[in-house]
């Protein structure tokens, strides 16, 4: 597991090729994701061709799988492990963690309390 503050200085460190890679819905992808991660069916991760796109990656390239919460980049995880894939991580918390960790600003996204009238 890696911890959205230590995603986000590997994000930050041009030495290490980092690529978050996100399986969650593409409606859930849309309203929000990090910055240059790419979206991913989890159907689609048991492909072998896929994975070899990751294992043919230079050796300094680490692999941090995102969901909402862990139960779908742990499915990810273990199908891409199982193939030979390397440096792999999954996001502690998921996108629910990073955004308790990185809020949005209220100019992009604000929470409305609405209240029925009476």
Not at 106 to 115: G, L, R, T, Y
């Amino acid at each position: 597991y890696i911890h959205p503050g230590e995603l986000q200085e590997l994000l930050l460190n041009r030495t290490i090729y980092t690529r978050v890679i996100d399986v969650r819905s593409e409606q859930d992808f849309n309203l929000f994701h990090i910055r240059d991660s790419f979206r991913v069916d989890l159907s689609d991760i048991s492909d072998q061709k896929f994975a070899e796109s990751l294992i043919s990656r230079a050796s300094n390239s680490v692999y941090v799988l995102v969901s909402n919460e862990e139960t779908d980049s742990t499915i990810a995880w273990k199908l891409l492990r199982a193939q030979g894939v390397l440096n792999l991580y999954i996001l502690e918390g998921g996108m629910n963690n990073w955004l308790e960790n990185f809020p949005l600003p209220e100019s992009v996204a604000k929470k409305e309390n609405f209240q029925k009238e009476e």
